[in-house]
């Protein structure tokens, strides 16, 4: 089935620095992306839907300044979380659509956790 | 009220038994219907997804959704260890899909 690659897995990053997280489909061309932040015991929160060669639509509440979103080719999505600060520290995951929403084609990357020192 | 809700458990059972997840939701526009499990550490991955009202049955595992009353269910039979995982439900209008908080399953040897 279709592939979703997340990296890094895991980044520890210190108060004040930016970390980039790529998001690749592997073995389709995914017009639309997803990005979304798991806290423990917590369902995904969906932060934004990245759309290839357009601008991100942000989620109510969701920082775009500080998450900034990158789907600069239809394989290739990035989160880039600025300045970053403990309270950032979670567990991102990107998703992304092979074909149409409707049949259930939505493939999960594995995720990466970032913490924030 | 979220959308989608979901029982967190955790809900433990030992093994062989039978494993009933439910999800109740309340956006009409929803069509389809996903379940998701998700490893410790993992992105989910999709199990099964079900289109407006119905069962649909993959190996161990069958799903249903009952439109009426707004009400998702994830049957596993004979469930095993490597089961335990926690479940996500999922409703999808158009484009978007809304989780439910997941439902944490051990199944204990």
């Known amino acids: 089935g279709a592939v979703v690659s997340q990296h890094p897995s895991r980044v520890i990053c210190k108060s004040g620095t930016s970390v980039k997280i790529e998001c690749r489909s592997l073995d389709f061309q995914a017009t639309t992306m997803f990005w979304y932040r798991q806290f423990p015991k917590q369902s995904l929160m969906l932060m934004a839907t990245s759309n290839e060669g357009s601008k991100a639509t942000y989620e109510q509440g969701v920082e775009k300044d500080k998450f900034l979103i990158n789907h600069a080719s239809l394989t290739l999505s990035t989160l880039t979380v600025t300045s970053a600060h403990p309270e950032d520290s979670s567990f991102y995951i990107c998703?992304?659509?092979?074909?149409?929403?409707?049949?259930?084609?939505?493939?999960f990357g594995e995720g990466s956790r970032l913490t924030v020192l | 009220q979220k959308e989608v809700e979901q029982d967190p458990g955790p809900l433990s059972v030992p093994e062989g038994a039978i494993v009933s997840l439910n999800c109740t939701y309340s956006n009409s526009a929803f069509q389809y219907f996903m379940w998701y499990r998700q490893y410790s550490r993992k992105g989910p991955e999709l199990l099964m997804y079900?289109?407006?009202?119905g069962n649909k049955e993959d190996g161990r595992f069958t799903a249903q959704v009952d439109k009426s009353s707004k009400y998702i269910s994830l049957f596993i039979r004979d469930s095993q260890p490597s089961d335990s995982a926690t479940y996500l439900c999922a409703g999808s209008a158009g484009n978007m899909l809304t989780f439910g908080g997941g439902t944490r399953l051990m199944v204990k040897p």
């Open positions: 998703s992304a659509i092979s074909g149409s929403m409707g049949s259930g084609e939505l493939f």
């Open positions: 079900t289109y407006s009202s």
